[in-house]
């Protein structure tokens, strides 16, 4: 089927969207059907292999991951559950573009695990806990806890936090030496006839 009637016209699929859900919502209803309410109510005794696996790593990581505070730690808790952490690097590089969890040989992407415990999604969380933690310490505490330069304790750590402004050598925000960069191109460039 196409979107193109007959006489040459595109047809507007601009309410598609609407009719969908409620013939969806009609089939729903007209064969006794359901919608899941989430992977909390499956039932872990029934599943065979890899989805056993799979959804012990879910739980596991549901558990650690809200009470942890650095990769580090993610990684110490899931081990005492049997579930070894790994990360998938880009290329030849060290910059790091997912995490992947094994478990009774089985190996799953975090993403396949669930949407939720993807790399950034989990680095985004420990991050905030983290934060949250050093909030709620008093400011002598803080001092104490925080990583020096050479001993990050988190990878998010050693790749910089989201608000650490770095200082080029001549003392200057690499942002505002782009911005000037450009600016300066701009100007060579001029108006063109």
Request: glycine residues 6%; proline residues 4%.
């Amino acid at each position: 089927m196409n979107r193109i009637d007959f006489n040459g016209k595109r047809i507007s699929d601009q309410n598609e969207r609407f009719r969908s859900t409620k013939i969806c919502k009609e089939i729903t209803i007209k064969h006794g059907l359901y919608v899941s309410s989430g992977k909390e109510n499956v039932k872990r005794k029934q599943l065979r292999e890899p989805d056993a696996t799979k959804y012990r790593i879910y739980d596991a990581l549901c558990k650690h991951v809200p009470q942890s505070r650095s990769w580090g730690e993610l990684r110490s808790r899931l081990r005492t559950e049997g579930i070894e952490l790994g990360f998938k690097t880009k290329g030849s590089t060290d910059k790091i573009e997912g995490v992947r969890f094994t478990m009774n040989n089985l190996s799953f992407n975090g993403s396949k695990v669930d949407r939720q415990f993807s790399y950034s999604k989990i680095d985004y969380a420990l991050r905030q806990n983290n934060r949250a933690k050093q909030q709620s310490l008093p400011p002598v505490q803080q001092a104490q806890h925080r990583p020096d330069h050479h001993e990050s304790s988190t990878v998010g750590d050693s790749i910089g936090s989201l608000f650490d402004i770095p200082i080029l050598p001549n003392g200057t925000d690499p942002e505002e030496e782009a911005f000037r960069k450009r600016m300066q191109r701009k100007k060579k460039k001029g108006i063109r006839f």
